[in-house]
């Protein structure tokens, strides 16, 4: 305990300072420096008090940080006031608030809403072009007449190629020339331009019939909205001067090549004096070749032949009525000549996976129908031969037994002996691998 006298002899006025669980107390005991109700107070005993109430609230405030749910603070005239709780605040809840902190204002966002982190104004708000300052100091009279456009660069010769190599692939997938005509009309072609069909036809020399017969089209419907006629010239006297090295990839080119020209000629995208300006004017052995080649197929379109189907039309563009034909007029060329090999490849030229269930079809129908073991036999090895080299999918072939099986009654009216003749060809099957059991099983019985 501390105890203060003052110099006055003022022995009653007594301050004792006490800690009681790190609070100070002051206590005044005895007091009787007061005349006529008035307080007797002298200068070193207010300097004492001051620092005393300093000490105090110092104190105060360090205990606060550590217990500030003790409440506890002074009074006016230094005395230490408990029991008043004050609530504690986190300073991370002051951070987070958005309301002022001065005490000021209904409690609203900042901004009204328009501030804060990733926000460009209010929701809602539209903003219009903002009005040239012309005293400002940044401005530039030139920039009010400028126009501004976006400027494609011509394609060069590399990235021609990694370009539109891809869009002509592409083509042979889908066949829509619309497509390519809006993606090459999107691209700077440049001096380019006339590169694209002599591109286009490098890649069909490679590719299969129903590709070239594509590439034909193509070029048809390019000429004109994207190509011009001058160009198509341009390419096409590039393709006679690149091919010797065509002919080193693709042995037939110069034939290929003298077809395409005479399609051209015929779907009017050269002219016809385009083969006789060249009469007389070439040393190239194979450019003389496909020249030679297109004089003769047009020669014989005089006569009736059609030269806009000498590619043929492969694949799912070919009607099915179109395919049944070609499959039994190759079904009899097969029986007739023996050549499975040819068959095979004939086959594999129609381009129609999908479809050779029907060609089983066929095949097992022109068994029925016949009278000969002959036909029986060859039927047999063609069937087992392209089963073995994967050109007949086992799904195809098990869809064609089937159909069989499905039509026997309608067959067995105009062949009384279908049913026996299909028992025997469908346990020769079975004994051969072409089927399965569980297929041979499911062969109809009279």
Not at 180 to 209: F, H, I
Not at 340 to 358: I, T, Y
Not at 410 to 435: H, T
């Amino acid at each position: 305990s501390v105890s203060i006298q003052s110099p006055l002899n003022l022995s009653d006025s007594i301050v004792s300072g006490e800690e009681d669980n790190g609070g100070f107390i002051i206590s005044n005991k005895n007091i009787n420096n007061e005349i006529n109700g008035n307080w007797v107070a002298s200068s070193s005993n207010s300097i004492h008090e001051a620092r005393l109430k300093a000490k105090a609230k110092r104190r105060l405030r360090k205990n606060s940080s550590r217990d500030s749910g003790r409440g506890d603070s002074l009074s006016d005239n230094g005395d230490v006031v408990r029991g008043t709780s004050v609530a504690p605040t986190s300073p991370k809840s002051k951070l987070l608030d958005r309301k002022s902190r001065l005490g000021k204002g209904r409690g609203l966002p900042k901004k009204g809403g328009a501030g804060g982190k990733g926000v460009w104004g209010r929701s809602g708000e539209v903003y219009e072009p903002e009005a040239v300052d012309e005293r400002d100091p940044n401005y530039d009279e030139d920039q009010e007449n400028c126009v501004y456009e976006t400027v494609v660069p011509p394609l060069d010769e590399r990235d021609f190629e990694k370009t539109v190599t891809p869009i002509v692939q592409e083509y042979f997938e889908h066949g829509d020339t619309n497509e390519v005509a809006e993606l090459l009309a999107e691209l700077n072609l440049g001096p380019m331009r006339s590169v694209v069909p002599s591109l286009a036809v490098a890649l069909a020399l490679e590719a299969k019939a129903s590709h070239r017969e594509l590439t034909s089209r193509l070029l048809a419907d390019l000429c004109g909205p994207v190509l011009s006629h001058s160009d198509m010239e341009k390419s096409f006297d590039k393709l006679l001067r690149e091919l010797p090295d065509l002919v080193l990839d693709t042995p037939g080119a110069a034939q290929l090549v003298g077809q395409f020209i005479a399609r051209a000629v015929s779907d009017q995208i050269l002219s016809k004096t385009y083969i006789e300006g060249y009469k007389g004017k070439v040393d190239c052995e194979y450019a003389r070749a496909a020249l030679d080649r297109a004089a003769v197929l047009l020669k014989m379109s005089m006569g009736g032949l059609r030269i806009d189907s000498q590619w043929g039309t492969g694949g799912g563009q070919q009607p099915v009525i179109q395919l049944i034909k070609e499959m039994n007029l190759l079904l009899k060329e097969y029986i007739l000549s023996g050549d499975s090999k040819e068959a095979e490849r004939c086959l594999r030229d129609l381009e129609v996976p999908h479809f050779h269930h029907e060609f089983v079809y066929e095949a097992i129908v022109m068994v029925l129908e016949s009278n000969g073991e002959k036909t029986f036999k060859m039927v047999l090895q063609l069937l087992k031969s392209l089963s073995v080299s994967s050109i007949i999918t086992v799904d195809q072939m098990r869809r064609g037994y089937q159909r069989v099986y499905m039509d026997i009654a309608e067959i067995n009216i105009d062949v009384p002996r279908a049913y026996f003749i299909l028992e025997q060809f469908v346990d020769k099957s079975f004994g051969m691998g072409i089927i399965d059991v569980k297929l041979r099983d499911l062969c109809p019985c009279r």
